[in-house]
């Protein structure tokens, strides 16, 4: 199994409260990813990051910030959580190549924004 | 924008039956990989299969394989002999090829329940 953790890995919390996500992973690949799944959506990423403090927008980035200082950990930030962002949230990772190969998933973090 | 659709929200099949889940997508890109992900209860995602587009020949995973229709940009799923163990979220995804980063496109999922 890929090392990657999530923590936490359950949180409920209130509307307007920040909220912080970690994955964290011991495999060192470079680029980790971070989705969110909602039913009828599948998995959309959310942001995604290809080193240290080199990261990109997905497809629902509004209202997520990221950051990646050590290679290892990768943060998903809420600055102002909402009921529309209860969701469960999965980081993955990969090493990347010139052939699109397998992401690996974390177990996700379920989050209930009340 | 790459899309992926799975028409089929939910599928049932008798133990040791098969079933085939449905897949289409949109890209111009000639070149892509395409996925069939699994995530049982445990909330886990499992890569079942892989498929390249630029290889004609069908994947096969033991008792899974898919059906690549590269010109109607259809990729399904099916598994042979299914057991209960194969009860679990179905995801669609597609990636394009050209190294870095591996931003997958996921389609809607289809839960497949085995009846035993």
């Known amino acids: 199994d890929a090392g990657i953790t999530q923590s936490p890995r359950h949180k409920v919390t209130e509307t307007g409260t920040p909220v912080t996500l970690r994955c964290h992973q011991t495999?060192?690949?470079?680029?980790m990813y971070w989705y969110r799944q909602d039913p009828g959506h599948g998995l959309r990423l959310i942001h995604y990051s290809y080193g240290v403090k080199d990261t990109d927008k997905g497809e629902v980035s509004d209202g997520y910030s990221v950051s990646r200082s050590k290679t290892e950990d990768f943060l998903l930030t809420l600055e102002s959580a909402t009921s529309s962002q209860t969701s469960v949230y999965f980081c993955?990772?990969?090493?990347?190549?010139?052939?699109?190969?397998?992401?690996?998933f974390g177990e996700g973090s379920r989050l209930t924004v009340l | 924008a790459q899309t992926v659709t799975q028409s089929q929200p939910e599928m049932s099949v008798q133990e040791a039956e098969t079933v085939t889940l449905s897949c289409t997508y949109d890209t111009s890109e000639s070149d892509y990989y395409l996925f069939w992900y699994k995530q049982p209860p445990s909330r886990q995602m499992i890569l079942v299969i892989r498929?390249?587009?630029?290889?004609?020949q069908n994947a096969t995973e033991n008792r899974f394989s898919v059906n690549f229709q590269k010109a109607a940009k259809s990729f399904s799923l099916k598994i042979s002999d299914s057991q209960l163990g194969d009860a679990a979220m179905y995801f669609c995804?597609?990636?394009?090829?050209?190294?870095?980063?591996?931003?997958?496109?996921f389609g809607q999922g289809t839960r497949l329940t085995i009846n035993p």
């Open positions: 495999e060192n690949h470079r680029y």
């Open positions: 995804a597609y990636a394009v090829v050209g190294g870095g980063a591996q931003k997958l496109v």
């Open positions: 498929q390249e587009a630029y290889k004609q």
């Open positions: 993955a990772i990969s090493p990347g190549s010139v052939v699109a190969g397998e992401l690996f």
